[in-house]
């Protein structure tokens, strides 16, 4: 079964790596000429690709719930942080947004070009304080212009079973400045799409939204702490 499971995560990666050269190409070219929403729909078809290819070769599904608390307007999103997969179906999910995401990602050829393009707030973690004013500024600048911000409060990718993380405050902080809603996301996407590994299992990532939190005139402590322990809960209603 182990080798089985080798030759699917292959054959996944063997069309992956054109979707992504492919729509980040595109991006960063024709993309340039479309207005931000046109173009973040452009690009997130490779995300919508590359989750339906993954169903096809490794047999991973998706089951969402709670589909129907995202606001209509512009909000602060805080996802749970296990994989690569919640990068690619929330960007496409919550299109238009402008996500957090370190610096480095966009050194990266061919997909950091195109990610360069969705108006990503690319920050250095090596320096937060730098980081907190670049993400309430631009956060601001993007939920003005009507777009979502996605924020993952972990910092890092924490694969399921491990300790939890103290979460940054930094997307509650810009919920509240903004005076925007806070939607907490959880899902379980590390079973099927483990970090840093070739392997992709069978199985069927579950895609939690809570409720929007109302922010305004709140404390941005007592948001995450609110979210954090929504998260642990339904992280372990996930794990069974």
Known sequence: MKIWLVFRSIAFYIGYIPIVVAFSSLTFTVGLALPQG???SLATTANALVVSW??????VRVRV???????PRPFVA????????????????????????????????????GLAMVAPIAIDRDNPREALRQVMQQGKERLAAGMNVLVYPEGTRVAPGNAPVKFNRS????????KVPLVPICHNAGHCWPAHRLIKYPGTITVVFGPPLI?????????????TEWMEGTSRRLAG
């Open 38 to 40: 046109p173009r973040q």
């Open 54 to 59: 993954l169903r096809l070769c490794c047999g």
């Open 65 to 71: 719930e709670g589909i129907e608390h995202l606001p």
């Open 78 to 113: 805080l996802s749970k942080h296990q994989s690569s997969w919640e990068t690619y179906y929330l960007q496409r999910r919550l299109r238009p947004v402008s996500t957090i995401l370190k610096r480095e990602l966009l050194r990266i050829p061919f997909f950091g070009w």
């Open 171 to 178: 997307g509650a902080a810009l919920a509240v400045a903004a």
């Open 215 to 227: 922010t305004q005139g709140r404390d941005a402590k007592a948001i995450t702490e609110q979210v």
